[in-house]
């Protein structure tokens, strides 16, 4: 485990960039927390960064950074009691496969899965759900190094206060070293994907909702153009793509010509209209069925940066309604379609959706594009709504208001105060988000 010194660092979409003072891959969680106690030693910080899928500045490490490459094993698998624990750097794409090995499954999951399974965790990465909430709320234990370089284990019934805080912690209670997931058996997922026009989807989503158990929408800006996605359980036999028609949608549609718009309306913004119009027009309706991962998660290539919030569910529709609006009041000119996603509600401390029946909206643009001015504009609007910004993508939300917005916020950072009084393990972003 020789430290590697001087190494640069930054995140998958290339706004985040960091030089540790050291960089080491402990490989067991007790060479973590010995790496803990050494930074404490000289007096430094320490965070453990995983595939750098966040947006925010959530895994900049300054003092000590952690990969977690070396910790990937697949310590227990109960089929009887859907009981899994794996360590913190495992992808979530190898636990899907593992999982799928064994008859089982994650019940919920957003939509890319190349992320390690605690970054996941930590920024409460959440799919849409109708009964099933984020990953946080599919969490039976966590195995974490604190501040102090010890190694502890939280569930309901063991340190409860703890498990409910450091399931959406952003590593600043402890570093997690390994998570207990409560699966579910195998299934199979029938995806219904749809075009439909921006009224119809709003005139139906409570419906839409109501009769599926996973409905999602994607809205083109500047067209009445939407995209529906209703996925349910099916009894099989699966029905996957072709080869040929996956490859043609997910893989060169989606990705190998969204690159070359975006590289398009890069150097010309005022073709975006036009553009979006050709792309809403061209979507097809297709159904399939298939492992449930399978569905749930898709390929992304083209790089972008992101913005989400979660809203109150009853806010949504008038919040996209008056989001539209902002599109012809401000001029913008925006490739990425706008996603929206529901989810009910979660108990860990710092979820998006903790409490509340949550609607989700989150906007993107190309990495190579200024955000600054539309993510200020989204983010104005969304906040007045009471709006809970995600931890892994891009606000700029500081402590003063996300304790109006989280009921559990002050004992969040209570017992961070208590586990991390030095602040080991914090960063800028932490520094923003809780205060100091």
Known sequence: MSPVTNQKWQNWAGNQQATARRVATPRTAGEVAAQIRSAADDGLTVRMTGTGHSFTGAAVAEGVRLRPTALTAVRSVDTATGLVTVEAGLPLHALNRILDEHGLALANMGDIQQQTVAGALQTATHGTGRDVAGLVSQVAALELALADGTIVTCSREERPDLFDAARAGLGALGIVTAITWRTVPSFLLRAQEEPMKWDEVLSRVDEFEAANEHFEFYWFPHTEGCLTKRNNRAEGPAEPLSKFRYWLDDRFLSNTVFEAINKVTHRAPATVPFVNGISAKALGARTYSETSYKVFTSPRTVRFKEQEYAIPRERLVPALRELRALFTKKGWRISFPIE??????????????????????????????????????????????????????????????????????????????????????????TRQVFGD
């Not at 959706?353 to 539309?374: L, Q, W």
């Open 340 to 429: 929206v996603r529901l989810l009910p509600q979660e108990d860990a401390w710092l979820s998006m959706a903790h409490g509340r029946h949550s609607a989700f909206i989150a906007v993107h643009v190309y990495h190579r594009d200024p955000h600054e001015e539309y993510f200020r504009g989204v983010e104005d609007l969304l906040a007045g709504l009471e709006g809970r910004p995600h931890w892994g993508k891009l606000h700029t939300r500081d402590a003063a208001y996300l304790e109006t917005v989280y009921p559990r916020f002050g004992d969040f950072v209570a017992l961070r105060d208590k586990l991390d009084p030095d602040r080991r393990f914090a960063n800028p972003y």
